[in-house]
């Protein structure tokens, strides 16, 4: 077997619950929002560019409906924990879902850029409540702190 090989058969995807064991006597669990806008904003789209997007909201998707939760309090307790952003969710309907969030992790304190770019985020809650409903799910960000100079990110979701 080439190494090549080797690494083909023994690569294995890093599972949720492995990635979140954090062993850091002196730093801890906690590091900079900085540390993640560097990765999601400037590193990943240097790389894949405008699909850089499409990329991140699929992730959040996957990652949303991997986590399995049966409620919605569950998922405002996972935001809160990740400190993701302050939730609202003030439309909840069984056709129609509006989520606010305020002080966004990706984007609150941005200049502009002109374009709404929380899509991780917006997967996240998509793929969280596909998991939650049982109905396919899909995530519109329609206003952006960072992106459009709104009071918060706001994403529609359409269910059905
Ligand atoms: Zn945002």
Redesign the pocket.
Known sequence: MTAEEQILTTYQNIEIGNALKVVRPTLGNDAGVALYRLLRLVALEDIIGRGASGAAYLAGKKLGVSLGLKKLEDFLQLCADLKI?IIEVPVATEARIHVD?YE?????GLETVGR???HF?GGLIAGAVESITGSRVRAR?IT????LGDE??GFDLDLG
Not at 104 to 108: A, F, P, R, V
Not at 144 to 147: K, S, Y
Request: charged share 10%.
């Open positions: 952003g969030v966004c992790i990706t984007c609150s709404p770019i929380c985020e960000e952006c702190i960072g992106g918060a990110c």
